[in-house]
């Protein structure tokens, strides 16, 4: 991140794991970097290039059965590697651009976060219109009543049309 780790507050995370609190625009550079290692060592960018292929080869290993960033690992490959975290953090590099991603919903809301990936990387164009429509389910979830019946679509505002991307 380009950070010094001493000089950062800290938490536990979700899992009791003690975790830095870092800046979101950080994370977005630091998975720019995992997305393109050209500017680390050797040893380093080695390193980069083993953990994306471990993930392209182990999708499943990497968020779980049924998980979006399994599922993604599984059709991506290491094409565009997306990882989520706790309270409705996603992070992802996208190799072939050289870019990194970071978003956090402030409510920590799960499909809240997992539909504004989906609009996030429907707006850059990182998925095709059939990769899209498999991890649809994701993105733009069902909402069942209590009987499982299927009465509405959660999906980004139309506002989210006019907004724009910092990069």
């Not at 507050?9 to 720019?32: E, N, V």
């Not at 080695?46 to 993930?55: D, G, N």
């Not at 059965?65 to 953090?89: C, F, P, Q, Y």
């Not at 997992?114 to 707006?123: D, P, S």
């Amino acid at each position: 991140t380009g950070m010094k780790a001493l000089q950062l507050p800290w938490g536990y995370d979700g899992c009791g794991i003690p975790t830095l609190a870092i800046p979101l625009q950080r994370l977005a550079w630091a998975y720019a970097r995992f997305a393109d290692p050209s500017g680390l060592s050797a040893q380093r960018a080695e390193a980069v290039a083993t953990i994306q292929q471990a993930i392209a080869e182990n999708p499943i290993m990497f968020g779980g059965s049924g998980e979006l960033t399994s599922e993604m690992a599984r059709l991506m490959g290491s094409d565009l590697i997306i990882k989520n975290g706790a309270e409705g953090v996603y992070i992802g590099a996208m190799p072939a651009l050289g870019y990194g991603i970071a978003l956090k919903v402030d409510s920590g809301n799960p499909q809240a976060a997992r539909i504004v990936l989906g609009a996030v990387l429907e707006k850059i164009a990182a998925l095709s219109v059939e990769q899209y429509n498999v991890l649809g389910d994701y993105f733009r979830p069902d909402i069942l009543n209590s009987r499982g019946e299927v009465v509405g679509r959660a999906e980004p505002s139309s506002a989210w049309d006019q907004g724009e991307l910092r990069f």
